[in-house]
């Protein structure tokens, strides 16, 4: 190959390498997107972990392959609507608050099989131009650059496309979070998560704020697994001067733990006064 043909050729590899880089750097920013909502679209645990679980989240995503995340989107965010309520891993327990937060995109049958095909175009796309560009183009001629132009031309236009409609599904998103927030924020959101107590008055005890400091105490007050009652109040006080029987609707401590039905409690004598002791019940072999 002469010196002229070389020089003629220099500009469109040049071409070649600008429009390679502009396609790499789109798909990384598709990426990076994809693998902060594939992230935050859902978390689940227990109440008090939360933050320690998005992370993880955040942690484990930021690892994934783009054809993983792809995998990971569809039929979690984005689903088929099939005309029935889609169905949730019940990890609820009853003695403990747990938190779940799961974001979906409904889409028609049709249109989430149209989405499930050009995910996985876009996967395709990726594989070639980062591992296989340069097997289906000869950047030797200058046709070859020509033709591998006019495709890495094409090749932008549909990643800039999916980065639109990721932007879009994100948006989305984020309005809803937006609005969940406010609730968060809410004097009943917070009656309810810290306190057990419902919109209509109704007392969860399980997961009740007042059962919640009755086993903290428990422990440092607790001989033979028997704590007493007018200590246990005390400490709680202490603690937070904001879990008052009466937030519950209860006249005592002692009320609490009978209305709560989780504890047994018995009376005993000491120095000739009656004095109230609890501990956690203990559950029933069937």
Same mark, same amino acid.
């Given at each position: 190959?002469?010196?002229?043909?070389?020089?003629?050729?220099?500009?469109?590899?040049?071409?070649?390498?600008?429009?390679?880089?502009?396609?790499?750097?789109?798909?990384?920013?598709?990426?990076?997107?994809?693998?902060?909502?594939?992230?935050?679209?859902?978390?689940?645990?227990?109440?008090?972990?939360?933050?320690?679980?998005?992370?993880?989240?955040?942690?484990?995503?930021?690892?994934?392959?783009l054809g993983t995340l792809v995998r990971g989107l569809l039929g979690s965010y984005i689903v088929p609507d099939l005309g029935v309520d889609a169905e949730e891993d019940d990890t609820a327990c009853d003695e403990v608050a747990t938190f779940s937060l799961h974001f979906r995109l409904s889409t028609s049958p049709q249109d989430y099989a149209g989405i499930q095909k050009d *995910? !996985?175009?876009? +996967? $395709?796309?990726?594989?070639?131009?980062?591992?296989?560009?340069?097997?289906?183009?000869?950047? #030797? =001629?200058?046709?070859?650059?020509?033709?591998?132009?006019?495709?890495?031309?094409?090749?932008?236009?549909?990643?800039?496309?999916?980065?639109?409609?990721?932007?879009?599904?994100?948006?989305?998103?984020?309005?809803?979070?937006?609005? *969940? !927030?406010?609730? +968060? $924020?809410?004097?009943?959101?917070?009656?309810?998560?810290?306190?057990?107590?419902?919109?209509? #008055? =109704?007392?969860?005890?399980?997961?009740?704020?007042?059962?919640?400091?009755?086993?903290?105490?428990?422990?440092?007050?607790?001989?033979?697994?028997?704590?007493?009652?007018?200590?246990?109040?005390?400490?709680?006080?202490?603690?937070?001067?904001?879990?008052?029987?009466?937030?519950?609707?209860?006249?005592?401590?002692?009320?609490?733990?009978?209305?709560?039905?989780?504890?047994?409690?018995?009376?005993?004598?000491?120095?000739?006064?009656?004095?109230?002791?609890?501990?956690?019940?203990?559950?029933?072999?069937?």
């Amino acid at each position: 190959m002469n010196n002229s043909y070389q020089e003629a050729l220099r500009l469109p590899q040049q071409d070649v390498q600008r429009l390679l880089g502009k396609c790499l750097l789109r798909i990384q920013q598709y990426e990076w997107l994809l693998k902060k909502l594939v992230a935050h679209h859902r978390v689940a645990g227990l109440a008090s972990c939360v933050a320690r679980l998005q992370a993880d989240r955040i942690d484990e995503a930021s690892t994934k392959t783009l054809g993983t995340l792809v995998r990971g989107l569809l039929g979690s965010y984005i689903v088929p609507d099939l005309g029935v309520d889609a169905e949730e891993d019940d990890t609820a327990c009853d003695e403990v608050a747990t938190f779940s937060l799961h974001f979906r995109l409904s889409t028609s049958p049709q249109d989430y099989a149209g989405i499930q095909k050009d *995910l !996985a175009d876009l +996967v $395709q796309l990726r594989n070639r131009l980062v591992h296989h560009f340069i097997e289906h183009h000869d950047l #030797g =001629t200058l046709e070859g650059c020509l033709a591998a132009s006019s495709a890495l031309e094409a090749s932008y236009g549909f990643i800039d496309r999916h980065v639109d409609q990721l932007h879009a599904w994100a948006d989305d998103m984020e309005k809803v979070r937006c609005l *969940l !927030a406010e609730h +968060v $924020q809410s004097d009943a959101f917070e009656q309810f998560v810290i306190n057990g107590i419902g919109l209509d #008055g =109704t007392i969860h005890w399980a997961i009740s704020g007042a059962v919640r400091m009755l086993r903290d105490v428990l422990p440092e007050l607790a001989e033979d697994g028997w704590a007493p009652v007018n200590a246990a109040g005390r400490a709680i006080q202490a603690r937070d001067p904001g879990q008052v029987p009466e937030k519950y609707g209860c006249r005592s401590w002692k009320h609490v733990l009978h209305a709560s039905g989780l504890f047994d409690l018995q009376y005993r004598d000491i120095g000739g006064q009656r004095v109230g002791f609890y501990r956690e019940r203990i559950a029933k072999l069937p």
